[in-house]
């Protein structure tokens, strides 16, 4: 390392302005996964006017960026920069301007923490090794790491750091853990199929929709019944479809949801132990279920010597009350998991929580606190350094 950690502090407050901006355009200017196309064209040019080699339409809209000898060891930062399909409920200056759209997971933030590292790393003399960013399309539909991997994003990398943003940890402070950090997630794709009739001659029919209703509240008692509580699972259904007019009986009903585990043998008999419950529901009503289980993204696996080289950075730019412990894995899931089925590497916990708190994920009041951004970018600048100056030839 040539620059001393004051100089890139430095240049860390003089660029906070321009961050923020930026930071506030992107969340104006939310595009779901797969769709990211003018924030892809943003981040590029960013990235080139710090100097950075460029690469667009990695993993169809992601972005790879490349500095200093990158024929050695190469350690790199993926950062996402998907939104979500939910209306905006913040009433901010800067809220989102796409109807039904908004950065309701923090990859605004992440994008912008993703810049600032790159334009300060730009601003290093010389670095001891070469360095990759990886800007992630795609992440909320769990599909952005696999393309990307598709295109040879993890090729000759080393090492892999991430951030995600926590609204439970508050501004100032991080989250760790080593070893286990989310869930693995399955989409769960449920056809209830009965048959239609009458809404005044019920017992003419077989109800979709009410056999659905049990079928929801089924899975639900059966995991709190017959499943180990020391062992979570949870189960939520985000959508349901079915029915054409108010007075007759549906004959078909969609359940879309999604399905958390943190044990992996339990995790693996989990679908056949699904079907089972709710074909069993649904024959003794007289109906028929069709049942498709698709995993989506396996668990974050912390990599114990990366995750404690981030600690021993972070404790340094934050001090140690500020980074915390985390004692428990999250139900959360993260396609950052499809990289490190690759590439070692570690993702912790940006806590972006004001005084009063903070809505959590997914929600259309999430407002975090634009503040974290310069603890983001101080962790990760530090922990990147440090590794390259571990690892210099």
Same mark, same amino acid.
């Given at each position: 390392?040539?620059?001393?950690?004051?100089?890139?502090?430095?240049?860390?407050?003089?660029?906070?302005?321009?961050?923020?901006?930026?930071?506030?355009?992107?969340?104006?200017?939310?595009?779901?996964?797969?769709?990211?196309?003018?924030?892809?064209?943003?981040?590029?040019?960013?990235?080139?006017?710090?100097?950075?080699?460029?690469?667009?339409?990695?993993?169809?809209?992601?972005?790879?960026?490349?500095?200093?000898?990158?024929?050695?060891?190469?350690?790199?930062?993926?950062?996402?920069?998907?939104?979500?399909?939910?209306?905006?409920?913040?009433?901010?200056?800067?809220?989102?301007?796409?109807?039904?759209?908004?950065?309701?997971?923090?990859?605004?933030?992440?994008?912008?923490?993703?810049?600032?590292?790159?334009?300060?790393?730009?601003?290093?003399?010389?670095?001891?090794?070469?360095?990759?960013?990886?800007?992630?399309?795609?992440?909320?539909?769990?599909?952005?790491?696999?393309?990307?991997?598709?295109?040879?994003?993890?090729?000759?990398?080393?090492?892999?750091?991430?951030?995600?943003?926590?609204?439970?940890?508050?501004?100032?402070?991080?989250?760790?853990?080593?070893?286990?950090?989310?869930?693995?997630?399955?989409?769960?794709?449920?056809?209830?199929?009965?048959?239609?009739?009458?809404?005044?001659?019920?017992?003419?029919?077989?109800?979709?929709?009410?056999?659905?209703?049990?079928?929801?509240?089924?899975?639900?008692?059966?995991?709190?019944?017959?499943?180990?509580?020391?062992?979570?699972?949870?189960?939520?259904?985000?959508?349901?479809?079915?029915?054409?007019?108010?007075?007759?009986?549906?004959?078909?009903?969609?359940?879309?949801?999604?399905?958390?585990?943190?044990?992996?043998?339990?995790?693996?008999?989990?679908?056949?132990?699904?079907?089972?419950?709710?074909?069993?529901?649904?024959?003794?009503?007289?109906?028929? #279920?069709?049942?498709?289980?698709?995993?989506? #993204?396996?668990?974050?696996?912390?990599?114990?010597?990366?995750?404690?080289?981030?600690?021993?950075?972070?404790?340094?730019?934050?001090?140690?009350?500020?980074?915390?412990?985390?004692?428990?894995? /999250?139900?959360?899931?993260?396609?950052? #998991?499809?990289?490190?089925?690759?590439?070692?590497?570690?993702?912790?916990?940006?806590?972006? #929580?004001?005084?009063?708190?903070?809505?959590?994920?997914?929600?259309?009041?999430?407002?975090?606190?634009?503040?974290?951004?310069?603890?983001?970018?101080?962790?990760?600048?530090?922990?990147?350094?440090?590794?390259?100056?571990?690892?210099? /030839?």
């Amino acid at each position: 390392m040539s620059s001393s950690t004051n100089t890139w502090s430095e240049h860390l407050n003089e660029a906070l302005p321009e961050l923020i901006e930026i930071r506030r355009h992107l969340h104006s200017h939310p595009e779901l996964s797969g769709q990211e196309y003018q924030t892809a064209a943003l981040i590029a040019g960013e990235l080139r006017s710090y100097g950075w080699k460029v690469k667009e339409g990695v993993g169809r809209t992601g972005v790879v960026a490349e500095l200093g000898e990158c024929s050695g060891p190469l350690v790199g930062l993926r950062v996402d920069m998907d939104a979500l399909p939910i209306e905006e409920q913040t009433g901010l200056i800067y809220e989102s301007k796409r109807e039904g759209v908004m950065h309701a997971c923090g990859h605004d933030l992440h994008t912008s923490i993703g810049l600032g590292v790159a334009k300060l790393m730009a601003m290093e003399s010389e670095l001891s090794t070469g360095m990759r960013l990886l800007f992630q399309p795609a992440e909320e539909i769990a599909q952005g790491a696999i393309w990307m991997k598709k295109d040879g994003a993890l090729e000759g990398l080393d090492a892999l750091f991430g951030v995600h943003v926590c609204p439970a940890i508050s501004t100032g402070s991080i989250g760790i853990r080593s070893g286990l950090l989310t869930a693995e997630a399955g989409e769960l794709e449920i056809e209830v199929i009965g048959e239609g009739g009458h809404g005044a001659r019920p017992h003419q029919a077989i109800d979709a929709i009410w056999i659905s209703s049990r079928v929801v509240t089924g899975l639900q008692e059966a995991i709190s019944r017959r499943l180990d509580a020391l062992n979570p699972v949870v189960i939520s259904f985000g959508r349901i479809e079915g029915g054409k007019a108010f007075n007759v009986i549906a004959e078909r009903v969609s359940l879309l949801g999604t399905v958390r585990c943190l044990d992996p043998s339990l995790n693996e008999s989990l679908p056949k132990w699904i079907t089972e419950i709710v074909e069993g529901i649904c024959s003794s009503f007289g109906a028929r #279920a069709v049942v498709r289980y698709k995993r989506i #993204a396996p668990s974050v696996y912390n990599d114990p010597s990366l995750t404690t080289l981030l600690e021993t950075s972070a404790i340094k730019q934050l001090g140690n009350p500020n980074v915390l412990r985390l004692e428990k894995a /999250s139900l959360g899931a993260e396609d950052f #998991a499809e990289l490190l089925q690759d590439v070692k590497g570690t993702m912790f916990r940006l806590g972006v #929580a004001g005084k009063d708190g903070c809505a959590p994920l997914h929600n259309g009041n999430f407002c975090p606190e634009e503040e974290s951004l310069v603890s983001g970018i101080k962790v990760l600048m530090a922990t990147l350094l440090s590794w390259m100056h571990r690892n210099a /030839s």
